[in-house]
């Protein structure tokens, strides 16, 4: 029986050893958002140039979350596989998986690294970048991409920290990580005048260190599954799976530098400046929503996943429920706080009173239907976990490919405030990718459960 963290994910509690690795990873996701949100924070804040800067650093957002996307093929795809086979006892096969998947993490790196340097002020114009913006985009971006490696790594291999059942590991991870940026990037930013490069160099540095603990980690003696140098020669049996299942995941994230592409390049054009800088803000308190979902969700995956490669279908059927619950139960809480206070969370981010109205303003039109988020990231990553990469990769899809993209562009012809139409698309798409994916879900579950009872009489 494989443990983790003196965690028995075939045997003990359900509610207990959810508690004990969702919490973790919840703190975990919540800290890895002040990665991004508290550069932005302090540039919002920078005299004289906060507002051009924010808006700059927000149109790099495509970029970094192409690379985060691209960490996810191989970590959201190897860490279910890697769980699954524990729960098989094949143990040998497990850390092939996780010495395959972060030699993919590697050569990523290099090829995304080598185009991201070159190309990103023709794609930051591409996006809606203004004159006023640009720079600010370019040189933030430059250095953040200088530093992808370790972001594929920190972002990659996680995952396969918490699959083990170690949660306290994995939320060190970015604990270790989030203080070193918040400690640095006042330094760099105010300090030493570096302005936006200071607060790319500070999430930089951050995240290395970040990177250093984790593979000291998986090189260790505390670890269950080790990374080592002899599995890292890639083995098409041991990648493709991984990498079918992590496309769901891929597809997730980077649709959303898709929509922000789509997003901004439409508010560039329906409402200048002052929207992208609000749509930057929209991205930040979006990731509030969502992050803290993955959090949970990671908490449950190892439970769903060990437990469905051991056959325990019972375990999985209460892994999920309480995943489902206290997924449907946080968006619900927060949906509420941003209808009621939108203009504070917006003035956390900026000090511009033009941007605060605005985006407050955007708040309550954008997130409208944040409720529904829980129901669909908690279904769809329960597909992750259960290893139903189709389906899961089509209930990805839904929601951002066939729904939002083309409501962003179709809703402004249908009313005369063409930024308020643009906005919309968002809980629009919410709501129904929502309802679709949670039925589909519930009938997909019913069957597999029937199925596996029967074939253990």
């Known amino acids: ?35 991004n949100v508290v550069d932005r924070i302090y540039i919002g804040h920078i005299p004289e140039i906060g507002g051009a800067a924010l808006t700059g650093v927000g149109l790099f957002t495509p970029i970094l979350m192409l690379i985060t996307a691209f960490a996810m093929l191989a970590g959201a795809g190897g860490a279910p596989r890697a769980a699954i086979a524990m729960g098989q006892q094949e143990k040998d096969t497990a850390e092939k998986i996780v010495a395959n998947c972060f030699t993919v993490l590697l050569l990523l790196a290099v090829a995304l690294t080598a185009v991201f340097y070159v190309t990103i002020p023709q794609l930051v114009r ?20 200088l530093g992808s490696v370790f972001v ?46 200071g607060a790319a160099t500070a999430t930089v540095l951050s995240q290395a260190v970040s990177a250093v603990w984790i593979l000291k980690f998986l090189m260790g003696k505390k670890t269950i599954l080790h990374l080592k140098a002899r599995n890292m020669r890639l083995e098409r049996g041991i990648i493709l799976p991984c990498l079918a299942l992590g496309v769901s995941s891929f597809v997730m994230v980077s649709t959303e530098s898709i929509l922000s592409i789509c997003f901004t390049s439409s508010l560039s054009r329906y409402g200048g400046d002052v929207a992208v800088g609000a749509m930057t803000v929209l991205t930040s308190i979006n990731q509030l929503v969502t992050m803290p979902l993955q959090g949970i969700c990671q908490g449950g995956q190892p439970l769903i996943s060990f437990n469905y490669g051991a056959k325990k279908f019972d375990r999985v059927k209460e892994a999920f429920g309480c995943q489902f619950c206290v997924c449907v139960a946080y968006t619900t809480v927060f949906w509420l706080l941003l209808l009621l206070f939108p203009g504070v969370f917006a003035g956390i981010f900026t000090n511009n009173a033009a941007l605060v109205a605005y985006t407050a303003w955007a708040i309550r039109i954008f997130l409208a239907g944040a409720f529904s988020v829980g129901f669909q990231i908690s279904c769809q990553q329960a597909f992750m976990a259960l290893g139903q990469a189709k389906i899961s990769l089509i209930m990805a899809c ?31 798409s919410d709501i129904l990718a929502a309802a679709v994916t949670t039925v589909t879900f519930f009938a997909f579950f019913r069957k597999l459960l029937r199925e596996g009872k029967t074939a253990q009489q």
């Open 1 to 35: 029986m494989a443990k983790g963290a003196n965690q028995d994910m075939g045997t003990g509690s359900i509610k207990k050893l959810m508690v004990q690795m969702a919490v973790p990873a919840v703190v975990g996701q919540v800290i890895n958002l002040l990665y």
């Open 398 to 428: 839904l929601r951002k490919l066939i729904l939002l993209i083309p409501l962003i562009f179709i809703l402004p012809n249908f009313f005369a405030d063409k930024a308020f139409a643009v906005f919309l698309a968002e809980p629009v």
């Open 152 to 197: 594929l790594i920190v972002m990659g291999m996680n995952p396969f920290i918490t699959t083990q059942g170690f949660a306290r590991i994995s939320m060190l991870t970015t604990v270790i990580g989030a203080v070193i940026n918040i400690v640095l990037d006042p330094i760099f930013i105010f300090v030493f005048h570096m302005g936006v490069a």
């Open 126 to 145: 591409l996006f809606g970048g203004s004159d006023a913006t640009l720079p600010y985009a370019v040189q933030y971006g430059r250095i953040y991409i």
